[in-house]
């Protein structure tokens, strides 16, 4: 039950910080990457947390692995565009 | 030689939490929207002055909004997991239906604005991804308000994961669409 509260507590504090960072700071190159950042943060709560993979790290770590991959990529087309 | 169909799926040492079908699910469905993010943002790179445009018209601190909305829908689906408690599953499915209508008044804005798929690239990936995300949400309703009303260990566990899906996809969306191209 604590683990949920934590995981919420989480998932909300980023979203506001994801909302704030995009609409308080001026657009610069590292904006994108912070905003993906925080977005495979919350995935990875959620994955953990909410999924319950914290009871199969490596599972965990390969799914995360997967997303750190997907997020390179966009990264680099965000950055081309 | 007989295969043992108790043997588990992933190696012995792994405990895999929810059943793997349902990963199998998660997986597939994730993939998708990936691609389609992927697809979105290298369309971008040939007009970025007009996706930056077009995503003036969508409102940050509403989708924020929105997010945190159905992140703490799935803490409430999490715990009616866990306590296999109707009144939990229900409120989580409740919750969902406020991140609806937070889509509803945007589209609405839209449509009123006269915006439609065909209006630029940037709809085009708009509505098909939050609009088949939605189609998500709609469909995660209905498992969680049967499953609350069965009560089943295994389809509530299902289910619920079905709803974190739903969770994991809109955090992937939400920045890409509605924070980094504006």
Not at chain 1, 61 to 79: E, R, Y
Not at chain 2, 32 to 38: D, I, K, S
């Amino acid at each position: 039950m604590i683990r949920i509260l934590r995981a919420w507590m989480i998932l909300v504090a980023a979203s506001a910080a994801s909302v704030f960072l995009a609409m308080g700071v001026p657009s610069a190159i590292w904006l994108g990457a912070a905003l993906i950042g925080l977005a495979l943060l919350k995935a990875r709560v959620i994955l953990s947390d909410y999924l319950d993979l914290y009871r199969a790290p490596r599972v965990r770590a390969g799914i995360m692995l997967g997303f750190v991959i997907w997020a390179l990529v966009l990264c680099a087309l965000l950055a081309a565009g | 030689m007989p295969q043992d169909r108790t043997a588990p799926a992933v190696g012995a040492d792994v405990q895999l939490p929810h059943d793997l079908m349902i990963w199998v699910l998660i997986v597939s469905e994730l993939l998708v929207f990936c691609a389609g993010l992927w697809g979105f943002s290298a369309v971008r790179i040939s007009d970025r002055a007009g996706f930056a445009d077009a995503a003036a018209y969508l409102h940050p601190l509403r989708a924020g909004l929105g997010t945190m909305i159905l992140v703490s829908s799935g803490a409430l689906a999490a715990v009616g997991a866990l306590r296999m408690q109707r009144r939990y599953l229900l409120g989580a499915a409740l919750v969902g239906a406020g991140f609806l209508m937070v889509k509803f008044y945007e589209w609405r804005d839209l449509a009123a604005a006269q915006i439609s798929t065909e209006t630029h690239p940037f709809f085009t990936f708009y509505y098909l991804l939050t609009g088949f995300h939605a189609a998500h949400v709609v469909a995660g309703m209905v498992i969680l308000a049967v499953v609350a009303a069965r009560r089943r260990p295994a389809e509530v566990d299902a289910g619920v994961a079905f709803w974190h899906m739903v969770d994991l996809v809109w955090v992937l969306l939400f920045p890409v669409i509605y924070l980094v191209s504006a």
